[in-house]
């Protein structure tokens, strides 16, 4: 089970961290992802990371201003979202899977999302 949280309204340039705690034993086994869905579109991925942290993989809409990163120990994945645009706006979604990848196909359990607004 994963339970994603800190989303919140925040102004353009701000900031937010976001969190997406697991139950189980296992978290440590899966690769973990951060995906987004805007109001009419698709959920997008956002990032991606390795059981080992070795890996990192980001949309390029997001490339040096997201931060994904994880603590296996408190069974949590984390996003910093830096310079944040009002196109950032969305419900974020945490996931896991087997290995760190782009596709909503590529993740087996889903958190139920917790929402960003950046105004302008």
């Known amino acids: 089970q994963l339970q994603a949280s800190g989303g919140g309204l925040v102004q353009a340039g701000g900031s937010l961290r976001l969190s997406c705690a697991a139950r189980?034993?296992?978290?440590?086994?899966?690769?973990m992802a951060w995906f987004r869905q805007a109001p009419g579109r698709e959920r997008d991925f956002v990032a991606a990371i390795s059981t080992t942290s070795d890996t990192t993989n980001y949309a390029d809409s997001v490339k040096g201003r997201f931060t994904i990163s994880r603590d296996n120990w408190k069974k949590t994945m984390y996003l910093q979202m830096n310079s944040l645009k009002p196109e950032d706006t969305a419900v974020y979604y945490c996931a896991a899977g087997n290995w760190p990848r782009t596709g909503n196909v590529d993740y087996d359990y889903w958190g139920q999302g917790t929402q960003v607004t950046v105004s302008s």
């Open positions: 189980g034993r296992t978290f440590s086994s899966y690769a």
